[in-house]
């Protein structure tokens, strides 16, 4: 910042959701010790194939979608407003909750999540839950076989003690 050079305390990711139906991108970002906002540089604006939209203050898609994200101006400088209370899942954190929780019915661990936080709970969410267990390689090997009938000898067979014949006249 300007002409301080900050020691690096260690990174982090930031999940940023990029549009209403729950689409996120991450983002790297070195912490320091001074209090400054999270800043996103051309370096993720180019990967991601975005542009500010200085007029109508949107953070815009290039990519032929139209997607945008509103932009507040404050001290000469665009912010977006960023409710830090809202836990969204990812997939890779349902996976992680589902292998913790020790590869639970998807019932169970969608009631346990809806339990913790109702809002974000989304049909998505149970989505996404039920095709991690339906992939899960652990739960496929462990999983009960499909039921099959099974027949028994009976233990009271003697071979070779009685023969029978069966005629047939022409």
Known sequence: MGD??????????????????????????????VY?????????MKRLKWYVHEVTNEY??????????????????????????VVLFTRQELVKLYSRFAHPPTEKLANVI?????ENFTPSTRRFLDDI???????????????????????????NHDIYFDFVWI
């Open 36 to 44: 400054i906002p999270i800043l996103l540089g051309l370096d993720l």
């Open 4 to 33: 301080v050079v900050h020691n690096n305390l260690c990174k982090a990711k930031i999940r940023m959701q990029i549009d209403k139906v729950g689409k996120f991108i991450d983002y790297t970002t070195n912490i320091v010790h």
């Open 114 to 118: 809806r339990r913790a936080s109702p």
């Open 60 to 85: 815009c898609s290039n990519d032929g979608s139209s997607r945008s994200i509103r932009l507040r101006p404050k001290q000469g400088h665009l912010y977006l407003n960023w409710h830090s209370h």
């Open 133 to 159: 267990a339906a992939h899960c390689n652990s739960c496929q090997r462990m999983a009960p076989k499909p039921f099959v009938f099974q027949v028994t000898v009976p233990d009271n067979i003697v071979f």
